[in-house]
Nanobody
Framework: QVQLVESGGGLVQAGDSLRLSCAAS????????MAWFRQAPGKEREFVAA????????YYTDSVKARFTISRDNAENTVNLQMNSLKPEDTAFYYC???????????????WGQGTQVIVSS
């Protein structure tokens, strides 16, 4: 069992940066592929970024490439999402998810956090 708690959301202006964090409890964090998803009002949840359990590979959706960076610290059981050059269309609830030895492009998510809200004003 893995419990995930996101933090770092807030209200920012277009062009600003924000760093989301996800703290994981439970054993064997280092065996979980971690990912961030987001859901905007009235839209379906969409994949944002994922990082392999070994931190050797990452994967991003096209709309955030070169702007967002996912990273993890297996010693601290945390995964972060650095978001730069934010746009109003990045406004959404952001969710952290974990899947044991999950693939990057086919990530499903076995465990999910409660989400943190990001609002980007124009």
């Amino acid at each position: 069992q893995v419990q995930l708690v996101e933090s770092g959301g807030g209200l920012v202006q277009a062009g600003d940066s924000l760093r989301l964090s996800c703290a994981a409890s439970g054993r064997a964090f280092g065996s979980y592929t971690m990912a961030w998803f987001r859901q905007a009002p009235g839209k379906e949840r969409e994949f944002v970024a994922a990082i392999k359990w070994s931190a050797t590979s990452t994967y991003y959706t096209d709309s955030v490439k070169a702007r967002f960076t996912i990273s993890r610290d297996n010693a601290e059981n945390t995964v972060n999402l650095q978001m730069n050059s934010l746009k109003p269309e990045d406004t959404a609830f952001y969710y952290c998810a974990a899947e044991k030895y999950g693939s990057l492009s086919g990530f499903r998510g076995d465990y999910w956090g409660q989400g943190t809200q990001v609002i980007v004003s124009s």
